[in-house]
Structure formats: C-alpha cells, structure tokens
C-alpha cells in the first residue's frame, strides 16, 4: 500500500481524524470546500474548491435539510494537477460524485470509492424522487465504481439491497481518544441521583419529547434522577427548555450552552449515562464519544451509532418511540455496579476497536484485499 496516493472529496470534520490517521500512512489530498481548514499541524495536503449549485438552495425548504446539489468548479482541471490513483467521494447522489464518475471513465486505471450514510429513502417526496434518479444513474455507472464504503449497520443493509453485487464496507467513523478517554477517579451516581446527558440539536427527530415522558414516568416513582441537554449550537436552547417546561419536568432539566469540543469529556464525567432516544439518527457520534470517556449509553434501535454499542454490554438499546421502555433502561441504570460494569465495557470496546490507527488499518487493509473492515456485529 505505499504507492497508494488519495485524493478525498470533499473535506468534512467528522473525517478529520481517520484522515489525519491515514496521511501518516500515505500520501493524502483533501478538497477543502471554503468553508473548512486544515488543523494547524497536519500532514494533509489541502486543495481549495469551489461550488455551484445551480440555484437549489432555494429549494432547501422542500428538503428539509440543507444538502443541496454540488457542483465543484473546474474539478476535472483541479484532478489534472494532482498525483493520486484512489479516488474516495462522499454520497451517491452529490454532483460532485457524478463528477468524480465522469473523471474515473476518462482514467480507467483509478480506483473510486464512495463513502455513504444513506440508510433508507427519505420521507420527503422531493427528496425521495432526487435520490431514487440519482441512484439510478450510480446504478448504471456501477462497473466503474470500486467499492462503497458505510458508517453503520443499517446503511449497509439498505446499500446492499439497492446495489446487488457491489461491495459494500463497513467503516465507522474512529474516535478521538487522546482527547476522549477514560477518568479513573469518576463516581457513578453521587448521593443517589442518577445524572443523565443527552448531547443533540432541538429536532423533532432528536425526540426530546421521549426522554421528558420517561422522566415523568419516573419521577412519580421518586426516582432521583436529572438530565442535562446540551447542543453543539445555540440557536435551539430556548426550544429544549420550553419544551421541558410543556411536559411538567423543568426542575428535573437543565439546558447548557454550547461547549466546545475539548471541554466534552469533562461534562461527559460529570454524568452517570448519555441518553440518545432519536428516530432514524445517521450516526450519532455523541455515543462513542461516551463511550470513550467511560460513559454507558442509553439508545433507540434506529441510531446509527449503535454499531459501536454492544446491548447489554456497553449499554442499552430500546424500542424507538417506546416511552415505557426507555423508563425502564433509565430505571436500570440506578445500579451503580451494572454502570460501572458498561463503562468499563464501553471504553474498553472504543479504545481497542475505533482509534483511527485502527479504523485506518482496516481500511487499507480492505483497499489491497476487497475483505471487510470489521466483524459484524
């Protein structure tokens, strides 16, 4: 693998340390999209780019989101001043992608891989007939694609249904874990209360909702028993803490600013469990995160990130929407031994499985072989 060069399109944080792990290995190039940068101290090579989008952002209301089609300026050009021979791009149904398609037909001798979260057809009708068009012109393009690689077990699943014959990958996001780790000294359950952290954005699909009628539940069972919410933005703190106060739990609930991310793992010590009860989360990277830092978790069976979550071993995994079973997982995890017990687990399973030296052996490994890049789970 040392002749291998890479050229990463487009640049996204959440790859950063995988990236970074892997250019300690090899030669790697990253677009950067103008609103991103490069750490200070990095052995990334960065590449400028510029979009077009043709005016779909004025759609992003139909979408409900904020993707929206891009087309990198004069990315052919850009290719032609670089030295690389695997190309990786991220999601099917970017034009960018349909750019990096074009470009490997003219280049037969490079690889293109294509890294995906996509796991299932989105409920939007707009959204839903976009992606299924462009799925189907990735179909139709598919000898020239080398391999998929997905973060999670459901996209997996869904992209080997939709791809019949492709070879798709499993290849989880790593985790930082100089910077998330384990605290020796932490108490689980100080004074009997039990301290739980949810760390997402207000979204109905986050299911805020869920987790204020769990405690509800318990509170009518005297059941000591706080939770934090936090976000990694600001702009929703008024709406959890209205929220809160719609379902009766107000003095149960405190509301954070924003944190940076050096200073998570100490609010992570300072609770006894992460709670994520969301429908349908991509990935959810708060629960390694946890996990890392010796955190037990508590998560609905449709959060991607349950591919780092071992139930039962790590922590819980309840029915999505299900209020009195995510009461009950909470109940659980009042026994400080069976805490302990996950978060050893936990971060036991993060440090000896995800540091992005890992990760980035497997994928290598997978680039020379075709093999998968770990067991299932």
């Not at 689980?188 to 949810?198: A, D, T």
């Not at 149960?252 to 006894?272: I, K």
């Not at 659980?332 to 440090?351: H, M, P, V």
Request: charged share 20%; aromatic share 12%.
């Amino acid at each position: 693998m040392s002749k291998t060069r890479i050229v990463f399109l487009p640049y996204k944080l959440h790859f950063r340390h995988f990236l970074s792990a892997l250019a300690e290995r090899m030669p790697v190039t990253v677009m950067l999209p103008p609103e991103k940068s490069l750490p200070e101290v990095t052995k990334l090579h960065g590449v400028p780019i510029r979009y077009s989008e043709f005016g779909t952002h004025l759609l992003k209301p139909f979408f409900r989101g904020k993707r929206t089609i891009k087309y990198v300026k004069d990315l052919s050009g850009l290719f032609g001043t670089l030295d690389f021979n695997v190309l990786i791009t991220c999601e099917y149904y970017h034009w960018y992608t349909l750019q990096c398609i074009a470009y490997k037909k003219r280049h037969p001798g490079l690889k293109l891989y294509v890294i995906s979260e996509t796991k299932r057809w989105p409920r939007n009708l707009v959204a839903y007939v976009f992606k299924r068009v462009l799925l189907f012109y990735f179909k139709l393009n598919i000898k020239h694609i080398d391999g998929v690689y997905v973060y999670t077990d459901a996209a997996k699943d869904f992209l080997k249904e939709q791809l019949p014959g492709m070879e798709v990958s499993l290849l989880p996001a790593p985790v930082d874990v100089q910077v998330f780790k384990p605290n020796a000294t932490k108490q689980f359950c100080p004074n009997g209360e039990l301290r739980l952290l949810m760390n997402a954005r207000f979204s109905l699909y986050k299911r805020h909702k869920d987790l204020f009628a769990a405690l509800m539940i318990l509170h009518r069972e005297n059941k000591r028993v706080r939770v934090t919410c936090i976000s990694r933005n600001e702009w929703d703190r008024e709406q959890i803490a209205a929220l809160a106060v719609e379902k009766g739990v107000q003095d149960m609930v405190s509301v954070l600013d924003a944190q940076p991310q050096t200073e998570m793992p100490a609010l992570y010590y300072a609770h006894d469990v992460l709670v994520l009860p969301s429908y349908n989360e991509a990935i959810g990277m708060v629960v390694p995160e946890a996990m890392a830092c010796g955190v037990p978790t508590i998560t609905s069976d449709t959060v991607g990130a349950n591919v780092y979550v071992k139930h039962g071993e790590t922590g819980l995994i309840f029915e999505t929407g299900n209020v009195t079973a995510l009461a009950d997982s909470i109940r659980r995890c009042f026994d400080t031994e069976l805490l302990e017990k996950y978060g050893w687990n936990a971060s036991a399973y993060i440090q000896t499985t995800f540091t992005p030296q890992m990760v980035v052996q497997r994928f290598t490994e997978s680039l020379s072989s075709g093999s998968e890049l770990i067991d299932d789970q």
